[in-house]
C-alpha cells in the first residue's frame, strides 16, 4: 500500500473571494495528481486495479484507521491480491463537501477503480453525492447508513447501529420479552437509535412503555431511573438503624425517598445505550438502586475485555451483539487470527476483520472483472484479436468495475456469510450473553 496525505485546514466562511480556501485545493489536487502519477509508473500494470482508501491517516482518529487497514491489507495475501494496489488519502474529520468533491475528482482523473470509505457516517453523504458523480463505486465499513445519505454507487459491509437494533429486539421478541424501556442520549445517534428501537418493536409486538434520554454532563441517572421505575417513598426516620445498615442506605437516599429495597419495575428488558464511560456509570448506579433482576441489552461497546474486567460485575445476563467474535472456532476465523497476530503482535478487533472481508469482497470483484474484460463477445472468432476485447453490457456501456461489484453475490469472510441486496452486504451478527464471568454465545453470523 503506498500512503500520502492531504492536508485540509478547517475554512471560514468570508465575504468576498476566498483565497485560502482556493489556495489549499489547489495544494490538494497538486499532491494528489503528482503522488497518484508517480504510483502509476511505478505500478506499470493496466490490469492491476487501484483502489483508494480514504480514511483519517493523522489525529485522533487514527487507532480506529489502523486497525482497518491493518486488515485490509493482510486480504492481500489470499489469491487473486496481486490485482489490486491500494493508496490511502487522509480524511481530516472535519473535512466537508467541497474537500471531498476534490479529492474525488483528482482520483476519476488517474484511473481509481473504486474508494473505500468513510469509516464514520457524517461524511458518508459527500462519498455517495460524488461516487455517482464521478462514477467511481465506494464501499464503506461506517456504522450508520442511511438510505439519504447513500447512493447507487454506495456499498456498505460494515455492522450497522440499525442491524444491531433489530437483532436485539427479534431475540426479545422470541424469548417472551414484551415490554421494554430505553434509556439514551439525547444527542448524536442517539434519537435515531430510539426511533429504530420504536420500529423493531412494534413490528415485533413488543411494547416501548417508556423511555428517558440523558445528555453529556449527565453523572448521576436517578432522575432518569425515577422515569422508567416507581421507587418506594419513606419519610425520613421510618427505617431504624439498623435497618439502614442492612439495606445500605443513607440519610442522603432518605431524603430523596430512596431505600435499597427492590422498585416497582414495570418492564420485563431495559435497552441502554452511549459512550464506555456513561454505560459504566448506567451499571453501577442500576445495581445501587436495586434496579436488577432483568436482561440488560447493550449494543456492542459492552464486547470489550477492558469494559468487562471493571463492569462484569454489573454486567449479569446482560445481552450484547458484535460483528466478529475473535475467539469463535471457525476454521476461517481462527487462520484469520493467527496471521494478524504473526503480523502485528495483538489479535484484531472488528475494524480489522472488515478491513479484511472489504479486501476480499474487492478481490473477488476484480477476478470477476479480470475475467469478463478477457471474454470476447459472441460471434467473434476462434482466435482472439491482438487487442483487449471489452464486453459489452448494453450497446451503450462496457463492463465496469461497478458491475464487478454487483456480481459479487456472496461472500464468507471472518465476519461471517454476506449476500448482497441491493448495495447492502447483509450478514447477521453474533449475539452473546454475559453471565458469571462468561461469554454465551446466543448466535453465530456462520449459522
Not at 486497525?67 to 489490486?84: A, H, M, P, V, W
Not at 437494533?165 to 415490554?179: H, L, Q
Not at 477476478?367 to 450497446?395: C, D, T, W
Amino acid at each position: 500500500m503506498s500512503e500520502y496525505s492531504i492536508s485540509i485546514g478547517r475554512i471560514k466562511k468570508q465575504k468576498g473571494k476566498p483565497i485560502i480556501f482556493t489556495l489549499i485545493f489547489i495544494a490538494t489536487v497538486f499532491l494528489i495528481l503528482s503522488v497518484l502519477f508517480a504510483l502509476s509508473s511505478a505500478y506499470g500494470k493496466e490490469s492491476t486495479l487501484k483502489i483508494a482508501v480514504v480514511i483519517p491517516t493523522r489525529g485522533r482518529f487514527v487507532y480506529f484507521s489502523k486497525q482497518f487497514i491493518n486488515g485490509l491489507l493482510l486480504s492481500l495475501d489470499d489469491k487473486g491480491g496481486s490485482k489490486i494496489n491500494y493508496v490511502t488519502v487522509n480524511l481530516p474529520v472535519n473535512a466537508g463537501a467541497a474537500d471531498i468533491n476534490y479529492i474525488f475528482n483528482s482520483l476519476s482523473k488517474k484511473g481509481v477503480s473504486a474508494v473505500i470509505g468513510p469509516l464514520f457516517a457524517t461524511q458518508l453523504k459527500y462519498f455517495a453525492s460524488n461516487s455517482v458523480k464521478f462514477k467511481i463505486p465506494v464501499i464503506t465499513p461506517s456504522p450508520f447508513v442511511t438510505k439519504k445519505d447513500a447512493s447507487s454507487f454506495t456499498f456498505s459491509y460494515g455492522m450497522t447501529l440499525k442491524q444491531e437494533i433489530r437483532t436485539e429486539i427479534e431475540y426479545a421478541a422470541s424469548n417472551g420479552i414484551d415490554y421494554i424501556s430505553v434509556i439514551y442520549p439525547h444527542n448524536g445517534y442517539g434519537p435515531k437509535l430510539m426511533d429504530y428501537i420504536r420500529h423493531f418493536s412494534s413490528k415485533n409486538g413488543i411494547d416501548v412503555i417508556n423511555s428517558t434520554e440523558y445528555n453529556d454532563k449527565t453523572v448521576d441517572f436517578f432522575y432518569n431511573f425515577h422515569s422508567i421505575v416507581k421507587f418506594n417513598k419513606l419519610k425520613k426516620g421510618h427505617l431504624s438503624k439498623a435497618e439502614e445498615a442492612q439495606l445500605g442506605v443513607t440519610p442522603f437516599d432518605l431524603m430523596r425517598g430512596i431505600t435499597k429495597v427492590r422498585p416497582h419495575i414495570p418492564f420485563k428488558g431495559l435497552f441502554i445505550i452511549g459512550n464506555p464511560s456513561k454505560l459504566g456509570l448506567i451499571l453501577t448506579q442500576l445495581m445501587y438502586y436495586n434496579i436488577t433482576g432483568f436482561p440488560i441489552f447493550g449494543l456492542s461497546p459492552f464486547d470489550s475485555e477492558h469494559f468487562m474486567e471493571k463492569y462484569g460485575f454489573y454486567m449479569q445476563n446482560a445481552i450484547f451483539t458484535d460483528g466478529f467474535f475473535k475467539y469463535d472456532n471457525n476454521k476461517v476465523v481462527k487462520k484469520f487470527d493467527s496471521i494478524y497476530q504473526n503480523n502485528y503482535g495483538k489479535m484484531p478487533n472488528i475494524l480489522s476483520a472488515e478491513g479484511y472481508d472489504i479486501g476480499g469482497i474487492l478481490i473477488k470483484a476484480a477476478e470477476a472483472f479480470s475475467h469478463r474484460k478477457a471474454i470476447v463477445p459472441s460471434g467473434s472468432s476462434n482466435n482472439p484479436p491482438p487487442f483487449e476485447v471489452q464486453y459489452l453490457m448494453k450497446a451503450d456501456r462496457v463492463y465496469t468495475f461497478y458491475d464487478a461489484i454487483l456480481s459479487v453475490k456472496s461472500f464468507s469472510g471472518v465476519c461471517g456469510i454476506s449476500r448482497l441486496s441491493g448495495n447492502k452486504f447483509k450478514k447477521g451478527l453474533y449475539l452473546f450473553k454475559y453471565r458469571d464471568n462468561k461469554i454465551y454465545v446466543l448466535k453465530s453470523p456462520f449459522q
